[in-house]
């Protein structure tokens, strides 16, 4: 009988240390028949301005703001946190008329569709606010970024996608803001259009089919803004960009001037794939630079997956970056189940991993591993064969075993 119990003991903690290592994005969720919640109040409410106008609002609060299509110009007057279910299915539309959100100081914004507005967002002053993980598709300007240069605005725009505008970001004296991992795609007249704006660091975007990738209509040389994050991230991927890549790392050999008319503005090290990141757990992230499509992005706890596919018969390749602490050791590349060799680059540390490999194009599973079980898996395993040989020494009958 101690056996037996030994053994279904060792099931549950295998069972339970593999359920443990499982990374799950949470959610945050609230029920009511009210469609807007104040998280901090319990409050509810039948529209985005209201829960925003309510006294019982206050600064630091969070809105959440279920699925659902709002016909709102919101406009956000406190600093709080507005986070909407998600981007594909949380939707304010302008209708046409003003803009889609209006905010200023310390605002975050995250998990919304914003459409049809003059802009998708528009932002006075700018100063501490965070905008993230939202589509941003078919206004006049994508994102209307008005700040005042005297002041560090120390803003993030990071993971939109804005595309289907006139102008995808329209930046006026905007001064120290980061710009990174969006994509700015399909601008009937410019991706970015900068006037007197300064020190703003732009890095890991996508600038895809804009007529005007980047125009910078003050004078030219006269406002600086940083177009790369050096060799770890390098700079951003351009659907014009022409150079190759000799050194297989996933940056072009020769820079991408920023602009005909932005003296003095580069990218040093322009992608030769378009840049993607994708959440594994807080703060963890796998990055990719890649002239594939990536789909089924998956990490068990153990392994990073995910599809490439491009046209067929052409080559492939794959820059990855990820911590060490999702996968450490020897690691192996997989395509299709079989193993790959690649180049471990030498931005590489004890905390982040950069892989570079190539494939040939179809559609292919990667599997990205390290070479040996983690000590705590072998160390699960080794309970279950001690278990086991406990158990076969205790029982008498043959059949006993099969009836646990």
């Given at each position: 009988?101690?056996?037996?119990?030994?053994?279904?003991?060792?099931?549950?903690l295998?069972?339970?240390?593999?359920?443990?290592?499982?990374f799950?994005n949470?959610e945050?969720?609230?029920s009511?028949?009210?469609p807007v919640?104040n998280?901090?109040t319990?409050?509810?409410?039948?529209?985005?301005?209201d829960?925003?106008n309510a006294?019982?609002?206050?600064d630091?609060?969070?809105?959440?703001?279920?699925?659902?299509?709002?016909?709102?110009?919101?406009?956000?007057?406190?600093?709080?946190?507005?986070?909407g279910a998600?981007?594909?299915?949380t939707i304010?539309?302008?209708?046409?008329?003003?803009?889609?959100?209006?905010?200023?100081?310390?605002?975050?914004?995250?998990g919304?569709?914003?459409?049809?507005g003059?802009?998708?967002i528009?932002?006075e002053?700018g100063?501490?606010c965070?905008?993230?993980?939202?589509q941003?598709?078919?206004?006049?300007?994508g994102i209307?970024?008005?700040?005042?240069?005297?002041?560090?605005t120390?803003?993030?725009?990071?993971?939109?996608?804005?595309?289907?505008s006139?102008?995808g970001?329209y930046?006026?004296e905007?001064y120290?803001?980061?710009i990174t991992?969006?994509?700015?795609?399909?601008?009937?007249?410019m991706?970015?259009k900068?006037?007197?704006?300064?020190?703003n660091?732009?890095f890991?975007n996508?600038?895809?089919n804009?007529?005007?990738?980047?125009?910078?209509?003050g004078?030219?040389?006269?406002?600086?803004?940083i177009?790369?994050n050096g060799n770890s991230?390098?700079?951003?991927?351009?659907?014009?960009y022409?150079?190759?890549?000799?050194?297989d790392?996933g940056?072009?050999?020769?820079?991408?001037n920023?602009g005909p008319d932005?003296?003095?503005?580069?990218?040093?090290?322009?992608?030769?794939?378009?840049?993607?990141?994708?959440n594994?757990?807080?703060?963890?992230s796998?990055?990719?630079?890649c002239?594939?499509t990536i789909?089924?992005?998956?990490?068990?706890?153990?392994a990073?997956?995910?599809?490439?596919?491009?046209?067929?018969?052409t080559?492939g390749f794959?820059?990855?970056?990820?911590?060490t602490?999702?996968?450490?050791?020897?690691?192996t590349?997989?395509?299709n189940?079989t193993?790959?060799?690649y180049?471990?680059?030498?931005?590489?540390?004890?905390?982040?991993?950069?892989?570079?490999?190539?494939y040939?194009?179809s559609?292919?599973?990667?599997?990205i591993?390290?070479?040996?079980p983690?000590?705590s898996?072998?160390?699960?395993?080794?309970?279950?064969l001690?278990?086991l040989?406990?158990?076969k020494?205790?029982?008498?009958?043959?059949?006993q075993?099969e009836?646990?």
């Amino acid at each position: 009988m101690t056996g037996k119990l030994l053994f279904v003991l060792c099931l549950l903690l295998t069972m339970s240390c593999l359920s443990f290592a499982r990374f799950t994005n949470s959610e945050a969720k609230a029920s009511s028949s009210l469609p807007v919640h104040n998280l901090n109040t319990g409050l509810n409410y039948s529209t985005i301005q209201d829960a925003i106008n309510a006294n019982e609002t206050l600064d630091g609060q969070t809105i959440f703001v279920d699925a659902g299509t709002y016909y709102e110009n919101v406009v956000v007057n406190k600093s709080i946190s507005l986070v909407g279910a998600n981007s594909e299915s949380t939707i304010i539309d302008a209708n046409g008329t003003g803009d889609a959100v209006e905010m200023s100081n310390n605002v975050t914004l995250s998990g919304f569709m914003l459409r049809n507005g003059g802009d998708g967002i528009d932002v006075e002053g700018g100063v501490n606010c965070y905008i993230s993980d939202n589509q941003i598709i078919n206004n006049t300007y994508g994102i209307n970024l008005e700040c005042s240069v005297a002041s560090p605005t120390f803003s993030v725009i990071t993971r939109n996608y804005i595309a289907e505008s006139n102008i995808g970001i329209y930046a006026l004296e905007a001064y120290n803001t980061t710009i990174t991992a969006n994509t700015i795609a399909n601008s009937s007249n410019m991706g970015i259009k900068l006037f007197a704006s300064e020190y703003n660091t732009f890095f890991s975007n996508n600038f895809v089919n804009n007529s005007i990738q980047v125009f910078n209509s003050g004078e030219s040389g006269d406002w600086p803004n940083i177009w790369d994050n050096g060799n770890s991230s390098g700079g951003n991927f351009w659907s014009d960009y022409k150079g190759t890549d000799t050194r297989d790392d996933g940056f072009g050999d020769s820079p991408y001037n920023v602009g005909p008319d932005i003296v003095g503005n580069i990218d040093h090290y322009p992608l030769m794939g378009m840049f993607n990141s994708f959440n594994v757990t807080s703060p963890c992230s796998v990055e990719t630079v890649c002239n594939s499509t990536i789909s089924d992005f998956q990490f068990n706890g153990t392994a990073i997956s995910f599809n490439v596919s491009g046209e067929n018969g052409t080559t492939g390749f794959c820059r990855v970056s990820f911590p060490t602490t999702l996968i450490n050791g020897t690691l192996t590349v997989f395509v299709n189940e079989t193993e790959v060799p690649y180049t471990l680059l030498p931005e590489s540390n004890s905390t982040e991993s950069y892989l570079y490999f190539t494939y040939s194009h179809s559609t292919e599973q990667v599997t990205i591993m390290s070479e040996f079980p983690s000590i705590s898996i072998l160390s699960l395993f080794m309970i279950m064969l001690i278990a086991l040989a406990f158990c076969k020494r205790k029982t008498h009958a043959p059949d006993q075993l099969e009836m646990l």
